[in-house]
């Protein structure tokens, strides 16, 4: 209802205003209660940890058009995710990724995400945005940022090669349009 006031308000011959739609958003990752806004009347789709685990991306690409049909038909035009980071100590100290992440490599790291982007941006016809997070990549970091600021003490050329590679996939090295975020999300590091 909102949203069509907006649009009548915009589309009125007295207005000079631009319809701009009101974003609803969510970060519905599939893992539960901790993570998750939506608790059930979803279906239930794995985690990107299991997704990553199959080193399919026609997974990962049918898991985002599942999620992107059903955020899109809830009435959300913002998503935020997939989160692109790149685990690299599973149980070490960079906070409770764990099976938030597509895995630990750079480059299975970006092609889930770009077939999981292009899932998303398929199943919803184009109606949700895509925010991949949590640029530059929370994988390396030394704490919870929670806690405290997070660091990632990597030279340039260490994170261009890890935690950057999977953000450069779905930005500007994207093969397809489908495939690149709509923005990212920043994270405290």
């Given at each position: 209802?909102?949203?069509?006031?907006?649009?009548?308000?915009?589309?009125?011959?007295?207005?000079?205003?631009?319809?701009?739609?009101?974003?609803?958003?969510?970060s519905?990752?599939?893992?539960?209660p901790?993570?998750?806004?939506?608790?059930?009347?979803?279906?239930?789709?794995p985690?990107e940890?299991?997704?990553?685990?199959?080193?399919?991306t026609d997974?990962a690409e049918e898991?985002?058009?599942?999620?992107?049909?059903?955020?899109?038909?809830?009435?959300?035009?913002?998503f935020?995710?997939?989160?692109?980071?790149?685990?690299?100590?599973?149980?070490?100290?960079?906070?409770?990724?764990?099976?938030?992440?597509?895995?630990?490599?750079?480059f299975w790291v970006?092609?889930?995400?770009?077939?999981?982007i292009?899932?998303?941006?398929?199943?919803?016809?184009?109606?949700?945005?895509?925010i991949?997070?949590?640029?530059?990549?929370?994988?390396?970091?030394d704490?919870?940022?929670q806690d405290?600021?997070?660091t990632v003490?990597?030279?340039?050329?260490q994170?261009?090669?890890?935690?950057?590679?999977?953000?450069?996939?779905?930005?500007?090295?994207?093969?397809?349009?489908?495939?690149?975020?709509?923005g990212?999300?920043v994270?405290?590091?």
């Amino acid at each position: 209802g909102l949203q069509q006031m907006e649009w009548d308000a915009s589309k009125s011959e007295a207005s000079n205003l631009v319809y701009v739609p009101l974003f609803i958003g969510t970060s519905q990752e599939g893992t539960g209660p901790a993570s998750d806004q939506i608790l059930n009347g979803l279906t239930p789709l794995p985690s990107e940890m299991a997704i990553g685990a199959t080193w399919n991306t026609d997974y990962a690409e049918e898991v985002g058009e599942v999620r992107g049909r059903e955020l899109s038909a809830l009435g959300f035009n913002l998503f935020l995710g997939p989160s692109l980071d790149v685990l690299e100590t599973p149980a070490g100290s960079s906070g409770d990724l764990g099976i938030q992440v597509f895995g630990g490599d750079p480059f299975w790291v970006a092609e889930m995400g770009r077939a999981f982007i292009q899932g998303m941006h398929t199943g919803s016809d184009g109606q949700i945005l895509v925010i991949a997070k949590h640029f530059p990549g929370a994988g390396g970091a030394d704490r919870l940022p929670q806690d405290e600021v997070s660091t990632v003490r990597k030279s340039l050329e260490q994170l261009k090669q890890v935690e950057f590679a999977p953000f450069f996939a779905v930005t500007g090295k994207a093969a397809f349009a489908e495939e690149t975020v709509d923005g990212l999300l920043v994270s405290h590091i």
